[in-house]
């Protein structure tokens, strides 16, 4: 089936830079719509901390939305002028939620996280996971209950970790 994004509202929602909690799960989240079709395009992040280091993240597709923790909704925003108000949720958590039921994790990576007093904001670098070239298609979330985390996986939170985060996604009408 091949999709025209160009008919589908487009959305980009980013974090602020925050620190998670400790042994972070699930840091940013979107959860998906109960009245359109959510696919994600892309998600992306870039991170620093007191001590440089490498960091393993997972993204993690959830069949069962997180509840509780500690979170900001993250601003949804129109790439066109003329879309609706986008109707998937994004939050941050700087307190981990109690997670959903988890389908698995869908990429993950070693992302270095430099530290910038010491190595500069040359050192700095983003890590960007597109899904259609990943998979060959978007990821879709086709209920309420479905979410997509950039997830740290339990670990050790470092010292001074701080995270930003962006997700971009296109809605569709529910047929």
């Given amino acids: ?30 959860t998906g719509s109960a009245t359109k079709n959510i696919y994600v395009l892309e998600m992306g992040i870039s991170t620093t901390q007191t001590t440089a ?3 393993a993240w997972f993204i993690a597709k959830r069949s069962a939305a997180n509840t509780a923790g500690t979170s900001a909704g993250l601003t ?8 609706s108000a986008a109707t998937a949720t994004g939050l941050q958590y700087t ?12 990429w993950n990576g070693w992302i270095n996280s430099p530290d910038i007093a010491a190595d500069g904001p040359g050192a700095l670098n983003s890590t960007v996971v ?7 298609k978007p990821l879709a979330l086709l209920s ?6 950039w997830n740290f996986n339990g ?13 971009k996604w296109a809605e569709s009408s529910k047929s």
């Fill in 1 to 30: 089936m091949s999709v025209n994004y160009d008919k589908l509202n487009t959305y980009v929602a980013c974090s602020s830079a925050f620190t998670p909690g400790a042994t972070p799960q699930d840091v940013v989240t979107l």
């Fill in 53 to 55: 280091g490498l960091n």
């Fill in 76 to 83: 949804e925003v129109s790439l066109q002028s003329t879309q």
């Fill in 95 to 106: 307190a981990n939620p109690t997670a959903g039921t988890l389908v698995g994790n869908i």
């Fill in 130 to 136: 597109n899904f259609e070239s990943l998979i060959g």
């Fill in 144 to 149: 309420a209950a479905e979410v997509v985390a």
């Fill in 155 to 167: 670990a050790a939170l470092p010292a001074g970790l701080s995270v930003l985060a962006w997700i």
